[in-house]
């Protein structure tokens, strides 16, 4: 009698850890469902914060684009010449926007130079489409220094001192140019968003590397 009472009472201890333990099991899975609807949830909820925040950098950039840029000057680049020539050229705007040029680019992919840069290779950088920030001895060391840091981020872009030219910053493109008042200047933005590799490019997409550097 002692033996059954003694195996009855290891069954009904050995049933209570048995569902002690699917109950444990059963917490376990409610925790780890929980867990993972939330980190989805959370990945979800942060997937889209960062799908917005594109949509609306590329729809301020088209906002930017359509726009004309106040002040603007354009010329008919066709009666300017495309063609590569060894020889200097005198160009009928400074800095120029167009015209012959020589065969070889200045490098334009975000170079900074420091010190002035030939006009007939120039002038090939933004036949590819690239946009040449230019600034003279009126320009504020502050708005040059921050011009210099946006073009190094800038693929397509170079920048260099242009002395006699007729504002303190100018922003030139193929066929395009236009004078800022500094480095905050919106303008800035909006013609870069326009103009680098923009519809105005004779030769979109050719090479802003390997061509000439610094002397």
Avoid at 107 to 120: F, L, M, R
Avoid at 180 to 201: H, I, M
Wanted: hydrophobic fraction near 35%; charge should be positive.
């Amino acid at each position: 009698m002692g033996s059954k009472t003694s195996n009855t009472s290891r069954q009904a201890r050995i049933a209570e850890m048995r569902r002690a333990e699917q109950a444990r099991d059963r917490r376990n899975k409610i925790i780890a469902i929980t867990v993972s609807v939330l980190v989805l949830g959370g990945l979800g909820g942060f997937g889209a914060y960062v799908l917005n925040k594109k949509a609306d950098q590329v729809q301020a950039k088209e906002d930017l684009v359509k726009k004309p840029v106040s002040a603007e000057q354009s010329w008919d680049v066709k009666k300017l010449g495309r063609n590569h020539v060894t020889k200097a050229v005198s160009y009928p705007m400074k800095p120029p926007v167009g015209g012959d040029h020589n065969p070889v680019w200045m490098n334009c992919n975000g170079d900074v130079y420091t010190t002035a840069i030939p006009d007939v290779n120039a002038v090939h950088s933004l036949e590819h489409g690239a946009v040449w920030i230019t600034y003279n001895t009126k320009a504020a060391k502050g708005d040059v220094e921050k011009l210099a840091k946006k073009v190094k981020k800038t693929p397509y872009t170079l920048m260099s001192p242009v002395d006699g030219q007729a504002g303190a910053i100018m922003l030139s493109a193929w066929g395009k140019q236009v004078s800022v008042d500094g480095a905050d200047d919106a303008r800035v933005d909006q013609f870069l968003a326009k103009y680098v590799q923009g519809p105005q490019t004779p030769e979109p997409g050719a090479a802003c590397t390997g061509g000439m550097a610094a002397q």
